[in-house]
């Protein structure tokens, strides 16, 4: 039975060529379909981004939101690279190219979903990563600064990072190493202040060692207290954008969390501004520690006009006012007075379905609001033009990572839209009918 099993397997043509053609006819298959559920989607949204790979690339990641069997779905549509520029034009340009030739309408794409970076938008936008950093003030910038030259000391000298790990090993340390800065990776900059305020006497102990100037701001204070608070005020913030960035998330969803974070900024200035940081723990801890012979009014007002000016950024970054559509979160307890009269109708006979009650209940808002396309088509129509659009570009940067592991330094040649099709796709390629479509070489 063993040798007959065998004997199969080796049968099986498993050269380098048969299996690339084999994962592209996987990857067409699934592009088929996916393209036939978005053409019987009455709308659809796009979430893309670019990222350059190992070998200098530049590629362009596009996902998909659609309707499907009364639930929206998303997948990815297509990896492409980008010959030259990348520029908002050459981007639009592989879109332009894409979606007519798979017989795709312009028409039923309602959102386009981008980081807001200049190539795509051409002016500046964005989440709430950047938000605390934009417009800090000077005390608190040049804490920041003189943190990542700090760290820059240690991990860009691998001599140092080697030193630095045995004495955090020898102080019986949480951790062994600090964390790098990129601008990238939009979580960095909380986590990296975060370790290094817990690692903050094992770096004074080095730095003095090696006879650096920036072991005088360890000695220092206010330096500390000003790196307590800023490791407090971005872990807040990391906090938000991690709520943020998930699958199936959408507009109102997100407005709420955005509006939750501003009422918090209006409580944490209005206490801060009277002397009270027990919202922000390392700072409220270190405050302690230190004693009453420091005086740190001067700041509790630097960090009151941080949380009022990051106010007023969030409030120009997210300008637009959901209110009004309160009934798509819950059409049983909310009115719509703005709405036609033929939609309010609508929504009076979906209040007064106890049936539909029970389904609220018990799916997601993007879910029940697409099993009622049928029977209330009027404010269905509305509520996917709301819900189906992406608000963050989540999908791209979880893709890229995966890039990251498909396209390494020994595969750097490799054309990895099919590979990355399989990986991320939720559509499963139909084997069945794959094989029915291949020649058995007998021959073999």
Known sequence: MRDSAAAKLNAVPLSNDTVARRISDMSNDIREQLISFIKKSPYYALQLDESTDIA???????YVRYLRD????????????????????????????????????????????????????G???GLAAPLAAKKMLVLFDSVLNQSVKMINLIKSRPLNSRLFGVLCQEMGSGHEQLLLHTEVRWLSRGRLLQR???????????????????????????????????????????????????????????????????????????????????????????????????????????????????????????KEDYRSFAWVR???????????????????????????????????????????????????????KILLPFVSTYLCEAGFSKMTALKTKYRNRAQIEDDLRLCLSDIAPRIEDLCKAKQAQVSH
């Not at 200098?56 to 596009?62: S, V, Y």
């Not at 723990?281 to 230190?290: F, K, R």
């Open 196 to 318: 290094l305020y817990e690692l903050r006497e094992e770096l004074r102990w080095f730095l003095t060692e090696i006879k650096s100037d920036l072991a005088k701001h360890l000695d220092d204070t206010m330096w500390l207290a000003s790196l307590s608070y800023l490791v407090d005020i971005f872990d807040c913030l990391n906090v938000l954008n991690l709520s943020l960035q998930s699958r199936e998330t959408h507009i109102l969803l997100l407005a709420d969390r955005v509006d939750a974070f501003t009422q918090k900024l209006d409580l944490w200035h209005g206490r801060i501004s009277r002397g009270n940081c027990d919202m922000f723990p390392s700072l409220a801890d270190y405050i302690t520690d230190a004693g009453t012979s420091h005086d740190f009014s001067s700041l509790f007002q630097s960090a009151s006009e941080h949380l009022s000016e990051m106010r007023k950024q969030f409030a120009t970054y997210f």
């Open 56 to 62: 200098g690339q530049a590629q362009l990641l596009t």
């Open 123 to 125: 002016r500046e936008l």
């Open 330 to 384: 819950d059409p049983f307890v909310c009115t719509a007075n703005e709405l036609s009269i033929n939609m309010q109708e609508q929504l009076i006979e979906l209040k007064s379905d106890s049936r539909l009650k029970e389904l609220f209940t018990s799916c997601p808002l993007s879910s029940f609001w697409a099993a009622l396309m049928q029977e209330y088509p009027q404010l269905c129509d509305v509520t996917l």
């Open 70 to 121: 009364k639930t929206i779905e998303e997948d990815v549509l297509f990896c492409r690279p980008l010959q030259s520029h990348t520029t908002g034009q050459a981007i639009f340009n592989v879109l332009d190219v894409f979606i007519p030739k798979y017989g795709l309408a312009w028409d039923r794409c309602i959102g386009l979903c981008t980081d807001g970076a200049r190539a795509m938008t």
